[in-house]
DNA sequence: TAAATCTCTATTGACTCTATAGAGATTAAT
DNA sequence: ATTAATCTCTATAGAGTCAATAGAGATTTA
């Protein structure tokens, strides 16, 4: 299950993506819009912006922005920031390799074949929607 | 990522389904050969043979084996057990369905979309996997 | 210079995860 | 019957994580 606090970061980003002009949006307002507690929303910018998933602008009348392209951010870069790698084992991360703690032998470990399907699988799903992509859709279906 | 309760759970339920004869095993002899603590993976067998993936023999000689054909328990069926829901919000899970805490409107949202297509892409992996296969495959290899 | 905003670190309470412990119930062998 | 081996059940503990809050500091604009 995803964290609340990668509930909260797309959310948040959504509304990053739809706003059309790409002007800095504020902390309060992001969280007042998305209904987020403000001072979590705080750190998890933070934390979305040392990857460049968002950009931030400093002082009086300053504010977030996306970091990139709406259409060039995917829900994979997000989920990765905020509940780290995709697979269900380190062993078959791409992101994120590390030897599972007790593996006998990678090789021939059967969980880890059927884990490294699961993985691509997930996978392809997740880095093939972006924020801009979602964010449209949403305006369309009248959220946003 | 999966708990150490899943990893250990699909270990031990692998060696269940490499005894071709399907005898009871006891606890302590699948904790040595799985390298599990041994009262933990009681506790985690107990928690299999409720859904009836595991059946237990009580007293003397008695042990575990699985509760129906190996070729018959998916890696979705032990994960759902030990991990919970594979879905990633509770919005899309199908065995356990559940609004998100804070959603405005189920309908339009586009973080739900997007889930709704991984937990399929997932599900389709873990579902199709059975113990049986995987063991089958592992023996070949010269595991188990 | 002042006000608004982001930045950084710390802290807290609740909860979960992993593991261990021990008394109880059941069964098979003797 | 008795004994020994086994599963059953509940409790507990330590470490870690999650969600949220707090407050002082740095930066920028008006």
Known sequence: MLSQKSHYALRALLILAGRSDGQPVQIAEIADAANIPKKFLEQILLELKKPGIVRSHRGRSGGYSLGRPAKDISFADV??????????????????????????????????????????????????????????QMRRAGAL
């Not at 380190?90 to 059927?114: H, L, N, Q, T, W």
């Open 79 to 136: 989920l990765r920031v905020t509940d780290g790698p995709l697979a269900l084992t380190p062993c078959v991360s791409v992101m994120a390799y590390r030897k599972c703690d007790d593996c006998f032998d990678e090789a021939v470990c059967g969980i880890r074949k059927v884990m490294a399907v699961a993985r691509d699988a997930t996978a392809e799903v997740l880095e093939s929607r972006s924020l801009g992509a979602v964010a449209a």
